[in-house]
């Protein structure tokens, strides 16, 4: 797999304000936005040079201390809907 090519994800941090104006839909689509990061930056096999040109107010990896806790945010507000599978 030609990691150099592929397209990074990324998912931009929203407050909690924010994520609690979204509905079920949207929060589970951003919750799958959130698994579909890399796990670390080891892990992609890209350069210091690429790595370092990342923005850093999004999120790139899993490993960042900024995912877990949006995470488990986003499970927290699925789970206040009741009726939506996290």
Do not use: C
Request: net charge positive; hydrophobic share 35%; no cysteine.
């Amino acid at each position: 797999m030609a990691n150099h090519l592929t397209k990074p994800r990324n998912v931009r941090p929203l407050p909690p304000a924010q994520l609690d104006r979204l509905n079920g839909r949207r929060l589970l689509a951003y919750k799958k936005r959130l698994l579909s990061l890399r796990e670390s930056p080891e892990a992609t096999g890209w350069s210091a040079t690429r790595l370092k040109s990342l923005d850093p107010q999004l999120i790139w990896f899993k490993s960042d201390p900024r995912w877990q806790d949006l995470y488990q945010t986003v499970l927290d507000r699925l789970d206040s809907f009741g009726h939506v599978d996290r």
